[in-house]
């Protein structure tokens, strides 16, 4: 059975901090590209974040570039998102996402495999 279990999510100040995991099993997940993915309330999935399968090289979008890093721990099936600096415009359900190589956008919702229940990210004063 295909698991991702996100964690860490809560609420936090602006300009606060929040790092975000998610622990996977019952794929290879050394072999997967992975990716986080939000949705603030009443809005539509947004690509936040991608790194490939060897964790070399990471991708974010404009809006949380230099804010946000996404890294992985193969040996521990495990992706996590260091959030610093937090907007009350990040606020949203963030949800990890698995695929197999490809060559399609990252936001290309349709090409992940296997999606996480979500953890909520609050942030307000």
């Known amino acids: 059975e295909v698991q991702l279990v996100e964690s860490g999510g809560g609420v936090v100040q602006p300009g606060g901090s929040l790092k975000l995991s998610c622990v996977t099993s019952?794929?290879?997940?050394?072999?997967?590209?992975m990716s986080w993915v939000r949705q603030a309330p009443g809005e539509g999935l947004e690509w936040v974040a991608s790194i490939d399968e060897t964790g070399d090289y990471p991708y974010y979008t404009a809006s949380v570039r230099g804010r946000f890093t996404i890294s992985r721990d193969n040996a521990k099936n495990t992706l996590y998102l260091q959030m610093n600096s937090l907007k009350p415009e990040d606020t949203a359900m963030y949800y990890c996402?698995?695929?197999?190589?490809?060559?399609?956008?990252?936001?290309?919702?349709?090409?992940?495999?296997?999606w996480g229940q979500g953890t909520q990210v609050t942030v307000s004063s």
């Open positions: 996402a698995a695929r197999d190589l490809s060559s399609a956008s990252w936001a290309d919702f349709h090409s992940y495999n296997y």
């Open positions: 019952g794929f290879t997940f050394s072999d997967s590209p």
